[in-house]
């Protein structure tokens, strides 16, 4: 069992910044890929950003290219996902998951998301 806990949500300007944090505990956490996702009100969840074990493989939408970075600290079991140049469309619950390589996302581990808004 893996437990993930996200944070740093909030409310934010449009073109602000925000960082997400998401904490790891139970299992190795090297042994996961790990991934950000979000969720707008009245839309399907969708992929924003993943990360493999050891950092040296990370993948974006495109939507977030050029201003999410992805980032891991296998020392502290953590992954970030730092966000700048925000915009209202950005505005959802986002969410950090854990799958091994070789498993689709659906079947990991998921926290229970944190809360981006952000204002026009």
């Known amino acids: 069992q893996v437990r993930l806990v996200e944070s740093g949500g909030g409310l934010v300007q449009a073109g602000g910044s925000l960082r997400l944090s998401c904490a790891a505990s139970?299992?190795?956490?090297?042994?996961?890929?790990m991934g950000w996702f979000r969720q707008a009100p009245g839309k399907e969840r969708q992929f924003v950003a993943s990360?493999?074990?050891?950092?040296?493989?990370?993948s974006y939408a495109d939507f977030v290219k050029g201003r999410f970075t992805c980032s891991r600290d296998n020392a502290k079991n953590t992954l970030y996902l730092q966000m700048n140049s925000l915009k209202p469309e950005d505005t959802a619950v986002y969410y950090c998951?854990?799958?091994?390589?070789?498993?689709?996302?659906?079947?990991?581990?998921w926290g229970q998301g944190t809360q981006v808004t952000v204002s026009s």
């Open positions: 990360i493999n074990w050891s950092g040296g493989s990370i």
């Open positions: 139970g299992r190795t956490f090297t042994n996961y890929r």
């Open positions: 998951a854990a799958s091994p390589a070789v498993f689709p996302w659906q079947s990991g581990y």
